[in-house]
């Protein structure tokens, strides 16, 4: 089952910041907090991740509590292209498996 | 540059025929993914290969689903026997290097495959 808890819809008026948020209230400490995107019939696509810190990247900003147990995807400006299901995922570091674990999402639908 | 590709992008077969499904791994990634995805869910992971080897297979339903890569390199998922059930959207991915869970996963389109 997906560690995670993220809510079904949003909806964000393009312009605006879009935030998304995640529960993961039992994450260990070796656990990364990864974020993808699907828009419509394309696969996955890789946002952003952080372990501890806040971080920021051309694309996204994610807020991590101090606790971990919850963060915040933010969409700065979001466009009609950011329309997706967006996926919150924790995921360890290292071990034989390599696979990312996808809840049901959060679909974002972004209105002009 | 190229990304990771699958072919066919659609794929309809009858019941209890055999299928394979094709994919192009980014060039020089080692580590490589197969997902399915049913209408309204998240993707759920089949199979993880790192090099030729199939190093996390946990995710394949039942023998009737394999996958291989022989080189390294492109690797193919073969379904026998197909049930209705099986449709659905097949997502393949690629990594760099073994997982160390601080890269990204590149995926390609996925085949949708319907079965009647």
């Known amino acids: 089952d997906a560690k995670t808890t993220q809510p079904t819809s949003m909806d964000c008026a393009e312009g605006r910041a879009a935030n998304l948020p995640c529960n993961h209230s039992?994450?260990?400490?070796?656990?990364?907090v990864y974020w993808y995107r699907q828009i419509h019939s394309q696969g996955p696509q890789y946002i952003i991740h952080g372990l501890k810190n806040n971080e920021t990247n051309e694309m996204a900003s994610l807020i991590i509590t101090e606790d971990r147990k919850s963060s915040t995807l933010i969409l700065p400006h979001a466009t009609l292209r950011d329309t997706a299901v967006y996926y919150c995922i924790v995921r360890a570091a290292g071990g034989s498996q390599g696979n990312l674990i996808f809840g049901k999402g959060t679909k974002l639908s972004v209105k002009p | 540059g190229a990304g990771v590709s699958q072919t066919p992008s659609n794929k309809v077969t009858e019941k209890g025929k055999y299928v394979e499904l094709r994919c192009d791994p980014i060039s020089g990634h080692t580590a490589l993914y197969w997902y399915r995805q049913s209408l309204g869910q998240g993707p759920e992971f089949l199979i993880y290969?790192?090099?030729?080897?199939?190093?996390?297979d946990s995710g394949l339903p039942n023998d009737r689903f394999f996958a291989v890569r022989p080189e390294g390199s492109v690797s193919t998922l073969k379904i026998q026997r197909t049930e209705r059930g099986d449709s659905a959207v097949y997502l393949c991915?690629?990594?760099?290097?073994?997982?160390?869970?601080?890269?990204?996963?590149?995926f390609g389109p996925g085949t949708r495959l319907t079965v009647l």
């Open positions: 039992t994450i260990s400490g070796n656990e990364y």
């Open positions: 991915a690629s990594s760099p290097s073994p997982w160390t869970g601080a890269g990204e996963q590149f």
């Open positions: 290969f790192q090099g030729t080897g199939a190093a996390d």
